[in-house]
């Protein structure tokens, strides 16, 4: 389906209906946004005199904040910031990469084949996404020690692929129902094989809801904080959400810190979902978060 | 964007990350013949730890110039994550050689293992100690941490607001309430938490804990001392609904006369600010006397673990002399001097304050003053228990809802539900012979399944298939069903460590049955799984409806701005939740929320948006349904876009209105789109414990708790119940289970879309 709607139905409303519907839409614009201004208004705050304000307007306008989070070094002066930027960049591409990599010809077997066991497995795999974290990550922390990966960011990736994988699974299984079969079968009877068929047919068909599974495994991976914490020991294999949380100690919230910190961390997300705006809705549909 | 640009992008990304590789990985270090290192950790803010790391430093020149190669790796854990994570890693040998806690956990350490003693100090060492801290540290007959630093609340008083007042009763504070211009306060006071609120109950002679580990906040001088600060409330010479952050920036703008805080408020204040740090005001009581506020003083302290860490390099004796070593010196007159100098420690060791160079530090003086005077907190392992329900109690006083003593009494009661003692020793007889007939039986019926003729033929036409999904099903098994298994496996044992011990379904019957209590009371099981159905359903609602209507408007032909709209309204997708729910939160302060402030300019009354349940919870779902509306938006979207067009041309050419074509095409052809969606959304929601948490923190009075947050407050704030937390895990699957086998569109056999497609 083109996304060229555009052309199709010229609408004959008034002009009346135009406006409401831009207020409308203005009006959910400045719900998005306001919270994320008080952040922003935060972060740029050198002090925050405390009163109760309606507008989120930054006090004594100042860079502060971002100059000690991206400057913060360790007793031994190393340059904290990079080597968490490092660690989360490493940490969310090789989440999303295995992710594709194990739930692609997983979801791709799901979509084309019949094999016995496969609606157990399907059922088993959605089941496995009602049970609450809480339980499993003590057994997780065990099973991550028995393989000598704890503290370490592969040993993350793992962790953080326990939720991508069922998702990317289902995300994928989705696209692939979606594409017709017919084209690979055409592609097969010119003699390629199933796996050709896959390769040079399904695969480039699926691209858009593919990258929006990767965009999701990255960003899960991304923000994460709380399994981080607990997985990781060293501070030089921190990811960017733990050296955040560090400015909220036990007595004490650094919230200029913490916020000049979030937006640092959300910027390449906001990249990442500009730039991938049109697969943003395309992939996710033509996949649908299908169940 | 075109795709030039995108490539361009993409090419800078990857070069900026490659570099970044190249310089880490140059700097990693290899090991030495000879040497020793171990692990040191705290949860020190920015400043503290420089203190900490500099007396490293000169543990580490000191060695070198004896001729020992010693490396200590310091590393600063986040607060949130420390207690849990010392339990986790010391036991299998992740966890550092030496860590700093305060010394109120000592008992709890050493129950479960994970300090080593210390031996007898000298007697030049011990004397360089108050014994009352000293005292505190040992547990039995060991002494099982060295005091560094002494922590206690102290009085901030901004002397330009002061002027030439006497301040020195909290009566003196209470009359400046009227000289003071709106949105100011006599005293800044995190009043509503327990820790900061301890002096006042300590002043009417009230105390927290017996010394049996009872609840002692229960009688009448404890009433009075909550009446009392009932009426600091009331009258505005404390702010209500208080935080540290709130603290602080009242007192750092000018906006507070004095401030109850720590040591740790000193290094955020502007140099131009004039102020002066005192012990605590004293109170009068009602009858006349008068008494002095004792703070809770916290002596944070150095403990040994008592398993070597892995990645330490020497020999377990070397590696233990040298951890014992690094201890003494960091408490010792030395260490405790350049802790004292660099990082504003407020060191315990007598003869370190002799150093001339802390002679003219007065502020840190009067921390030490205020500490030596302050009441050390009581270490019996339930002491950690009385914060949660004496924290409810004082919040409901403070808004109004209770008496002092009803809600005392009532925290008292929650806080032996808290620390009931953990159900008896089940002989596991039963449940072996239940666990093993069901293997039993499922083993004999996939042997009779298998042996059917038309089953072997599906396994062998399935071969192929099985190629491309084994490598998938073991990562899943692996990764994902064995740590749950574990973890449901959990449920049916309590206690912890040594005295972990099997319980049969006896935590289940506990939740069920809200262990005795009232089935029907706030926080019961069943209360609580009403409120998660609401939140769920309204939740669910509002995302879909709100998501559908944007996608229409956005999806009107000619739009103009649609791609500014379409990115403005994803963003909230964008940032990490736990920072804008933090933001939300703040957003609904009574007296400083954006959102009050708001609706005082259409002249509505503040709000105490977290004193009820109804907007209490009403702010949980605003802040769920801006995270969760703008993946309905964009899973809408794109199912719009896959609607033939021909179906409205046809539907305009028989005159349909726009209505009619929005509830005779758009509403079916979406459905099946939207279903799955839908009820993932509705999985998501029911567990969503971010918002529930961060938000409104369960108020009031945890009545507005979802299950999977109850489940986190077992498991890591009701003293580590894990077996109790796994067991609501395991209800909330089996809720969701069975729920979605009758919600279409939810199983695995979903409706599939059709071949339209």
Redesign the interface.
């Known amino acids: 389906m083109s996304a060229r709607e555009d052309t199709a139905r010229q609408p004959r409303g008034s002009a009346i209906r135009g406006a409401l519907v831009h207020a409308f839409l203005i009006a959910a614009v400045v719900f998005a946004v306001y919270p994320i201004l008080w952040v922003i208004a935060l972060a740029f705050s050198e002090s925050v005199v405390p009163e109760a304000r309606a507008l989120p307007l930054p006090t004594n306008v100042s860079l502060d904040h971002f100059v000690a989070v991206i400057g913060r070094t360790d007793g031994e002066g190393r340059w904290m910031f990079a080597r968490q930027l490092w660690s989360s960049a490493f940490v969310s591409i090789m989440t999303s990469v295995v992710a594709i990599a194990i739930a692609t010809p997983a979801a791709y077997a799901l979509s084309r084949f019949e094999f016995v066991g496969k609606d157990a497995s399907v059922k088993s795999l959605l089941a496995t996404q009602m049970f609450p974290g809480v339980a499993a990550s003590v057994p997780l922390y065990l099973l991550l020690d028995a393989i000598g990966l704890l503290d370490t960011l592969s040993g993350l990736v793992l962790v953080y692929a326990t939720s991508a994988v069922p998702f990317a699974l289902f995300q994928l299984r989705g696209a692939f129902d979606a594409i017709p079969k017919e084209l690979e079968e055409a592609a097969m009877v010119d003699g390629a094989t199933r796996f050709g068929a896959f390769v040079r047919v399904a695969l480039p068909a699926a691209r858009p809801a593919l990258a929006i599974t990767a965009l999701f495994a990255f960003m899960s991976a991304w923000n994460e904080f709380a399994l981080a914490a607990t997985f990781l020991t060293r501070e030089e294999h921190y990811t960017l959400p733990i050296l955040l949380q560090s400015y909220a100690t036990e007595h004490d919230a650094n919230l200029g810190h913490f916020a000049a910190g979030a937006i640092l961390v959300s910027v390449p997300v906001m990249a990442l979902f500009y730039v991938l705006q049109r697969q943003l809705i395309h992939g996710l549909t033509s996949g649908g978060v299908k169940g | 964007?075109s795709l030039r640009a995108?490539a361009i992008?993409l090419v800078v990304l990857s070069s900026v990350?490659l570099a970044?590789?190249s310089?880490?990985t140059t700097?990693l270090g290899a090991a030495q013949d000879g040497r020793v290192s171990i692990f040191l950790w705290h949860?020190?803010?920015?400043s503290e730890?420089?203190g900490l790391?500099a007396a490293?430093?000169a543990f580490e020149a000191n060695e070198a110039r004896a001729g020992r190669d010693v490396h200590v790796?310091?590393?600063?854990?986040?607060?949130?994550?420390y207690a849990?994570?010392l339990q986790?890693?010391i036991p299998?040998g992740?966890?550092p050689d030496v860590f700093v806690d305060a010394h109120d956990r000592v008992a709890s350490y050493v129950e479960e293992h994970l300090v080593r003693g210390y031996g007898p100090l000298e007697p030049e060492q011990a004397a360089d100690f108050e014994p009352t801290q000293l005292e505190s540290l040992v547990y039995g007959s060991d002494l099982w941490g060295v005091p560094l630093s002494a922590k206690g609340l102290v009085l901030y008083v901004n002397l330009d607001l002061a002027a030439a007042r006497s301040l020195e009763t909290l009566e003196d504070f209470e009359a400046l309430r009227d000289e003071l211009p709106e949105?100011s306060f006599p005293i800044a006071w995190e009043l509503d938490s327990t820790y900061a609120s301890a002096a006042m109950f300590h002043a009417y002679g009230a105390q927290h804990i017996d010394a049996h580990g009872g609840f002692a906040l229960d009688d009448a001088a404890s009433a009075a001392a909550l009446a009392r600060m009932r009426v600091l409330v009331s009258d505005e010479t404390v702010p209500s609904e208080s935080s540290?952050?709130?603290v602080?920036?009242?007192f750092?703008?000018g906006?507070a006369v004095a401030a109850v805080?720590?040591p740790?408020?000193a290094p955020?204040l502007?140099p131009e600010l004039r102020y002066e740090v005192r012990p605590l005001p004293r109170l009068r009581r009602d009858d006349g006397t008068e008494a002095a506020l004792q703070p809770f003083a916290t002596i944070e302290s150095v403990f040994l673990a008592s398993h070597d860490s892995e990645?330490g390099e020497g020999t377990s004796e070397d590696r233990h002399r040298m951890a014992r070593e690094l201890a003494l010196f960091l408490a010792g007159p030395e260490g405790s001097r350049i802790r004292a100098i660099e990082g504003g420690h407020v060191v315990c060791s007598r003869s370190a304050w002799a150093d001339p160079a802390l002679a003219d530090r007065t502020t840190l003086r009067a921390f030490r003053d205020a500490a030596a005077a302050a009441w050390p907190m009581p270490t019996h392992p339930h002491m950690s228990r009385v914060f949660g329900p004496v924290d409810r109690a004082i919040r409901k006083v403070l808004r109004g809802e209770m008496e002092p003593a009803a809600a005392l009494a009532e925290a008292s009661h929650r806080f032996a539900d808290e620390t009931r003692p953990p159900p008896d020793r089940r002989d596991p007889m039963w449940g072996i012979v239940v666990l093993s007939s069901v293997l039993v039986i499922a083993m004999l019926s996939l042997v009779r399944q298998l042996s059917r003729p038309e089953?072997r033929e599906?396994?062998v036409?399935?071969m192929?298939?099985?190629a491309?999904?084994t490598?998938?099903?073991l990562?899943?098994i692996?990764?994902?069903?064995?740590?749950?298994a574990?973890?449901?496996g959990?449920?049916f044992f309590a206690g912890q460590g040594s005295d972990l011990h099997y319980v049969g379904v006896a935590n289940y019957v506990d939740i069920l049955t809200a262990r005795g209590g009232d089935l029907f009371a706030t926080g019961s099981f069943w209360v609580v799984l009403a409120v998660t159905v609401l939140w769920t359903v309204v939740n669910v609602a509002s995302h879909v409806g709100?998501g559908i209507?944007?996608a229409l408007?956005?999806?009107?032909?000619?739009?103009?701005l649609k791609?500014a709209?379409?990115?403005?309204?994803?963003?909230?997708?964008?940032?990490?939740?736990?920072?804008?729910a933090?933001?939300?939160r703040?957003?609904f302060h009574r007296?400083?929320?954006?959102v009050?402030?708001?609706l005082?300019?259409f002249g509505v009354e503040p709000i105490s948006w977290f004193a009820h349940f109804a907007t209490a919870f009403a702010a949980n779902v605003a802040t769920n349904v801006?995270l969760g509306f703008?993946f309905m938006m964009?899973?809408t979207?794109?199912?719009l876009?896959?609607i033939p067009?021909d179906l409205?041309?046809a539907a305009?050419v028989d005159g349909a209105s726009p209505w009619e074509q929005f509830r005779l095409i758009t509403l079916p052809m979406l459905g099946p789109?939207l279903l799955?969606?839908v009820?993932?959304g509705a999985?998501w929601t029911f567990?969503m414990?971010n918002v529930v948490f961060l938000v409104s923190a369960g108020e009031p009075d945890g009545s507005t708790e979802i299950l999977?947050s109850e489940?986190?407050r077992w498991?890591f704030t009701r003293g580590h119940q894990?077996g109790y937390?796994?067991a609501?895990?395991?209800l909330?699957?089996g809720i969701?289970?069975v729920t979605?086998r009758y919600l279409p569109?939810?199983?695995?056999?979903?409706p599939?879309?059709g071949k339209a497609?």
């Open positions: 964007m995108r992008l990350c970044l590789a310089t880490w700097s949860a020190y803010g920015e730890a420089r790391e490293v430093d790796e310091v590393t600063a854990i986040p607060f949130g994550a849990s994570k986790a890693a299998v992740n966890g949105g540290g952050d709130l602080r920036n009242l750092r703008s906006r805080s720590g740790w408020l955020d502007p990645a089953v599906g396994l036409r399935s192929p298939a099985y491309w999904v490598h998938a099903l990562a899943v692996v990764l994902v069903v064995f740590p749950l574990v973890g449901a959990t449920s709100i209507a944007l408007a956005l999806s009107r032909p000619v739009l103009k791609t709209y379409r990115v403005l309204l994803i963003l909230p997708w964008a940032v990490p939740s736990y920072v804008t933090l933001a939300w703040g957003m007296q400083l929320g954006a009050n402030a708001i005082d300019v801006w703008p964009v899973v979207l794109g199912a876009t896959s067009k409205y041309e305009e789109a799955p969606a009820a993932m999985v567990n414990f999977v489940a986190y498991a894990t937390a796994a609501y895990a395991v909330i699957f969701l289970l979605t569109g939810a199983t695995g056999g979903a599939r879309r497609a």
